[in-house]
């Protein structure tokens, strides 16, 4: 089980962000702010795909108007993207923002940082402070060394995390994203080194959903098996649901997120199989599409090596040239004829 670094806990509205609470999925709405039906249809098919905060842009003046509305009509806390702004910080804050994200490349001025703090803390809203490395200035040459760049950013958050800690506002979540996963895996460890307050990870501009998934989950993986990350986004081109299945795909496997259907472990075939094993594993995924049980099934080509390899399942098929066995927690409890395979697993899935 991985141990979670230890970090404070920030109130994201109904939500909580640390160490002590789950990895909160994130993700955000892909369509003009100002259009508040398409925005909300797609908070609810978030929240659906299991995200638990969503991050709306707001670059105009009417689309924190329509935010406020937005904040009326869904059921999850929403964040505002305020760019360069501090009018829209503080009308996003107003207009129910459970939390803004701020670039310490974009606000710069203390004058206009304690303005918005001061909204912050009368309206009881948190605070992202997230350095992206393409925003600060001093890293825009090509020939700066990666050490020195993820310095860089992790003093451009030091300055900035002052300004907050001399307000006493400590409703702070922290994140530095690059479009280089080294970087991104090395400054988020010095970060984690530096503070103790709760860390959103994610790898910037990760590309086409296809392109993206790989790197994300190198990254974002890196780091959580560490124990780094309190709450992730996964950056793609395309919808956003798709951001929030890779983010289940990336915390499953690491046992932060509790899986909602059953997992299918399928061996990856070789010279003793004897029977269309992807085949007959894509009818048990399409069988098993309703089924939410959070179990896991392994289907096995072979009787030879299938049933020691397969005895962490919850359920094993191990299908030889006519016919499979079935067992249940490594006990052998059934035998199902080539046709009758995947009958004879739903029953014994039933009994589980
Ligand atoms: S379970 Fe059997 S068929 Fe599948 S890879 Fe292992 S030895 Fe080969």
Redesign the pocket.
Known sequence: MIKRRKTTTVKVGSVKIGSSEPIVIQSMTKVHTTNINKCVKQINQLAQAGCRLVRLAVPTRKDTEAFAKIVDKVNIPLIADVHFSVSRAIEAIEAGAAKIRLNPGNIKNTKDIIKIIDAAKMHKTAMRIGVNEASIRDLKADDIPAAKRTALMVTELKKYIAIFEKQNFTQIVLSAKSTNPLRTIETNRKIAESFDYPMHLGLTHAGLPEDAEVPSAVTLGALLAEGIGDTIRISVAGNPVQEALIAKKILIPLGLYQRQQPELIV???????EIN?VALAKKIKKALKDEHKPIRIAV???I???PG?ATDADLAL?AGKNKAVIYRHGKKVATAEKDNIINVLLEELAKL
Do not use: D, F, L, Q
């Open positions: 061996c990856p075939t070789c010279g003793r199989t094993v096995m080509g072979c030879v090596n299938g390899e191990c």
